[in-house]
């Protein structure tokens, strides 16, 4: 037979159990949204480092995955003559392939033909936490449907960091 006492102590057990559940319940569903929150948080952060596209450049098209950066104003893709062990992972701009290019002879004068490859300006640029070094170059750039003429460095020597095991062959300054 139950007493009051043995009544009550039972109930004070049934409540302790169930909140034991509960609280067990709900301390997994506070884990869970917060392991959640930490992959949202970092995906966003991962997302909002870097964005890539692709350009293509010459005539026929050669395609290149270009990483946009706020922080420069150049275009810069690994050129043929790129000897540099960042290069080899990366496909190359061949300017001899292309029948619009145009190499630029000097910075000052964009409009004006190289007469030789040896006598034209070399540019070295800092990028990240690397640099590059190369000449310029006037051909037609697309990114998608949108295509214009355009001068851009065609990187000859390239940093191991970050190029060398970087997802992304280019860089497409915004700046």
Excluded at 20 to 49: G, T, Y
Excluded at 111 to 121: G, H, I, M, N, V
Aim: hydrophobic share 35%; charged share 25%.
């Amino acid at each position: 037979q139950w007493d009051s006492h043995s009544m009550h102590l039972s109930l004070l057990g049934l409540q302790h159990h169930a909140r034991a559940r509960l609280s067990s319940a709900m301390m997994q569903r506070l884990e869970n949204e917060r392991i959640m929150s930490q992959l949202r948080a970092q995906s966003q952060r991962l997302h909002a480092l870097q964005y890539y596209g692709e350009v293509t450049v010459g005539t026929p098209p050669q395609r290149f995955k270009i990483i946009f950066d706020t922080g420069s104003g150049h275009l810069l893709l690994p050129s043929a003559a790129c000897e540099s062990a960042a290069c080899e992972h990366h496909p190359r701009f061949w300017e001899n392939r292309s029948s619009t290019s145009i190499p630029i002879g000097w910075a000052d004068e964009p409009l004006k033909r190289a007469e030789s490859d040896s006598d034209r300006d070399t540019q070295v640029l800092s990028f990240a936490m690397g640099d590059c070094v190369g000449q310029y170059v006037r051909d037609r750039v697309c990114l998608g449907n949108a295509c214009a003429d355009a001068d851009f460095v065609g990187m000859t020597e390239e940093s191991d960091n970050p190029f060398k095991d970087a997802e992304w062959d280019g860089v497409l300054g915004l700046g």
